[in-house]
């Protein structure tokens, strides 16, 4: 038939277009690659999504822990002291009843909250310490420092505490002299706590020694998901001075 038509031009199949092919091969390639992407990319998201709200959902209970590691034996120990002094120094008494009623509706109504007034938490540290003083011993020197004019910024809940706990259940021997100190400062939107007390030959650990350890652990997981590399906590318990020191400082900004 080519012949009939075109006698002086034999036929010659076209040759294939490599170029053309690999190209077109390369768009599918592509394709794929995108509709890969966007499906790996939602599946990231989602997964990023669920891990968010499940380390929420962590902090928040384990806030409520800190919340109800608090409340009963704290509060009962510190109304026996209280009902004590009633019978020497009605004055005094009267003044702790209002330190322990201030610490209730913040422990119940503050810690509810993602965040509270740094003015409200350092409220809550001197009012917790001024009632621990009630159970110490003249053997214990307790030293309080908390810096008088800070910046009223937001800050996690019940976050320092811990650390203070941790001074007064495992610093104080009921024989030998104790120490116990706290420091609290800020610089601009930094703000630092720092804690010594002396340490003690251990003891078998009771529940209460044990919920201390837990809380700490919590409370730097704590660290961890709401700040971040914001914060930085060091503690020293190999020094010279047989001292067990907490250092944390925290960028609030």
Not at 176 to 185: A, G, T, Y
Not at 224 to 242: A, F, H, Q, S, W
């Amino acid at each position: 038939m080519h012949n009939s038509f075109r006698p002086e031009k034999p036929y010659l199949p076209k040759p294939r277009n490599f170029s053309y092919d690999l190209f077109t091969i390369l768009l599918i390639l592509f394709g794929l690659g995108i509709s890969t992407s966007v499906v790996v990319i939602e599946k990231w998201q989602i997964d990023a999504g669920l891990r968010r709200q499940m380390e929420q959902e962590k902090v928040t209970s384990e806030l409520s822990y800190l919340k109800a590691q608090i409340n009963p034996h704290f509060f009962f120990n510190t109304l026996n002291n209280i009902y004590s002094l009633t019978n020497i120094d009605v004055e005094r008494a009267q003044k702790a009843i209002l330190k322990l009623s201030r610490m209730m509706r913040y422990v119940l109504y503050e810690t509810d909250k993602d965040t509270t007034y740094l003015s409200k938490e350092l409220d809550f540290i001197r009012d917790y310490v001024e009632l621990m003083r009630l159970r110490l011993s003249d053997k214990v020197k307790l030293n309080l420092e908390i810096q008088e004019k800070t910046e009223d910024i937001p800050i996690a809940p019940m976050l320092l505490l811990p650390f203070i706990e941790n001074c007064f259940k495992h610093g104080v021997s009921a024989k030998l002299e104790s120490k116990i100190e706290i420091f609290v400062s800020q610089k601009g939107k930094v703000l630092e706590l720092k804690t010594v007390n002396l340490k003690f030959p251990a003891n078998p650990k009771s529940k209460e020694e044990l919920g201390s350890g837990i809380g700490l652990t919590n409370t730097r997981r704590r660290l961890d998901l709401i700040y971040g590399n914001k914060c930085k906590l060091t503690i020293d318990e190999d020094n010279p001075e047989n001292e067990y020191r907490t250092q944390l400082k925290i960028d609030l900004a």
